[in-house]
């Protein structure tokens, strides 16, 4: 009777986990179709399609090419144009933009029906990812716990933003969070078939993005404590000599899996050059060409290699001008992700983890299993506050929130046994729901009430956390509505506005009147780059400064702000 009971709660959870993952299915797909495509989206799908029509991995290598190549399979069925002989090199660091220009006007017709189907396979992604954190919560802390977990995750504002976009942050995410539940697998149950599946979880992560590089040094970690841990329940130091000599050989079980997949990814393409061959430009790579290191030949593609150093050097020296509450800066601020997420995370979220912390000590998981969680988050947050000057997204640090989400939904056990935390637990759930609710479907300019709302948000951080070129769609529907057949524009973005038929002409440092849109990187002070007009134009910081004295009227998502200037002041 017991045990039909316990089935009949478990069918009743998994119904529920259905329920939640329809829920974002559905947020992300009616909200994905009231967006333009964003900044890195307009270069990197077009990426992907060039990929598989040409098999040349040069464009857009500063991240690796599996996601991008995924978002672009349902392209391969349409009808698109694209001069796969016209690529731009000499374009430099601009090259995938210069190249994403051509592709949208080539493709201007049939552009926004790219687009949705090109973020298709990362709404799938996510959708697996949430099917993974279901599954591993409910297997450290029982079914209702893994719900709990899941249900974090779909309500996420900071996930379903970037769940319905054709960009490389939900799937390395995903790929992340599979291969530290694979190696999690594996040392519980111990099967050969399990260490390899790991192996090429990792291959795939690291063929997602860069930041799957740190899954290595969290491996040797975990399996270096398990080694220990193992040798201290039989306490002999010849048992804790072989369990090291194991794990260690497990580890690079993992790493040369985790090679061949990589290789594989880029068609063995250039594999096995000495470094002296490849262009490097970071520190990093500048100080190993000084060691005999440089003639040894690399197990790795060379435009792996070389995309690692772009990425290297942007997180060395920065790509573009950090900014955070109304100050830019080269070099970021090692607090910038802490920030980040304290003020563009739900409230609740931050009390689950308050909450989680205290409870660390108490009855659980075993420690190994936390082990997991932790040091993920820890490794993720750490690397990025201290070793990147690259602060320009809450987004760079979004692998570690499955493991967040993991992590507090094991707090559901102790509202079982405590009412006060239950009705607590109820509460706290319902305003995280609000939270996504209240902001659909601007997902991405979610900011918590510390931060004083989207609204404020601009005066806090600005960039991807923010404004991403994303509401295109949202201005030429405001024009509409109140009748504007010309506006003044500065967009933050690379789509052309005439592909949704805006009429504009551009604004600059000279005051005018009239009805103006601009987007929040700019009235901010971002300097970037205009180059959906015939001649690519420059705007340097502080370009709209003058706008800063007049109330916006309205704002389109958050991102894009509009003005009546009647009298220049």
Not at 254 to 281: M, Q, S
Not at 373 to 400: K, M
Not at 542 to 557: A, D, E, R, V
Request: with cysteine; charged share 15%; glycine share 8%.
């Amino acid at each position: 009777m017991a045990r039909a009971t316990k089935t009949k709660d478990r069918s009743k959870y998994i119904l529920g986990a259905g329920f939640l993952l329809l829920f974002m299915s559905f947020a992300c797909l009616t909200s994905l179709s009231q967006k333009s495509p964003t900044v890195d989206e307009f270069a990197q799908l077009p990426a992907g399609y060039y990929y598989w029509r040409t098999g040349d991995f040069s464009l857009y290598s500063k991240s690796p090419p599996l996601i991008k190549l995924l978002c672009a399979l349902p392209l391969l069925t349409m009808d698109i144009r694209m001069d796969a002989g016209v690529s731009y090199p000499e374009a430099g660091a601009w090259r995938p933009w210069i190249f994403g220009t051509r592709f949208m006007r080539d493709n201007a017709d049939r552009y926004d029906t790219i687009f949705f189907w090109g973020r298709i396979p990362v709404l799938v992604l996510s959708i697996c990812l949430g099917g993974l954190v279901f599954l591993w919560g409910s297997e450290l802390y029982g079914t209702m716990c893994g719900l709990v977990s899941l249900f974090l995750y779909t309500f996420s504002p900071n996930i379903l933003a970037h769940a319905r976009l054709a960009t490389t942050d939900i799937g390395a995410t995903y790929f992340f969070f599979l291969s530290m539940y694979s190696l999690w697998r594996f040392l519980k149950f111990r099967r050969m078939r399990t260490l390899v599946v790991t192996g090429v979880c990792t291959g795939l992560a690291l063929l997602c993005k860069y930041t799957a590089l740190l899954l290595f040094p969290i491996f040797f970690s975990i399996l270096a404590v398990s080694s220990w841990s193992e040798n201290w329940k039989n306490g002999s130091g010849f048992n804790l000599l072989r369990n090291c000599l194991r794990n260690c050989i497990n580890f690079l079980v993992i790493v040369v899996v985790a090679i061949f997949v990589i290789n594989l990814g880029y068609g063995f393409c250039e594999t096995g050059k000495p470094l002296r061959e490849i262009p490097h430009y970071s520190r990093l790579y500048r100080m190993l060409d000084r060691y005999p290191l440089r003639d040894i030949p690399i197990p790795l593609p060379a435009m792996y290699v070389q995309g690692f150093d772009l990425q290297k050097a942007d997180a060395e020296q920065g790509e573009f001008l950090n900014y955070l509450n109304g100050r830019f800066s080269s070099s970021g601020w090692w607090y910038y992700f802490i920030y980040a997420f304290f003020i563009k995370t739900p409230i609740p979220l931050q009390i689950g983890l308050l909450f989680s912390i205290l409870c660390m000590l108490k009855k659980g998981a075993q420690p190994r299993d936390e082990l997991f969680l932790l040091t993920p988050i820890l490794a993720i947050f750490l690397v990025f506050s201290f070793l990147n000057h690259l602060d320009v997204g809450l987004r760079y640090v979004l692998p570690a929130f499955p493991f967040l989400f993991v992590w507090i939904g094991g707090l559901a056990r102790v509202s079982v046994r405590h009412q006060f935390v239950q009705w607590g637990l109820i509460v706290l759930i319902a305003a995280y729901a609000w939270s996504a609710i209240s902001i659909f479907p601007h997902y991405l300019a979610y900011f918590n009430i510390w931060a004083g709302g989207p609204a404020s948000g601009r005066f806090h951080l600005i960039d991807s956390n923010l404004d991403w070129g994303q509401d295109l769609k949202g201005l030429k529907c405001y024009m509409e509505e109140n009748k504007i057949k010309d506006i003044g524009l500065a967009y933050f973005g690379h789509v052309d506005p005439k592909i949704y038929n805006i009429s504009y002409h551009l604004i600059g440092k000279r005051p005018e009147t009239g009805i103006i849109a601009i987007s929040s990187n700019y009235l901010q002070g971002m300097p970037y780059l205009i180059t959906y007009t015939p001649k690519i134009v420059p705007v340097m910081p502080n370009t709209f400064k003058w706008l800063q004295g007049y109330k916006p009227i309205h704002s389109i998502g958050y991102s894009i702000l509009i003005y009546r200037v009647s009298e220049i002041e």
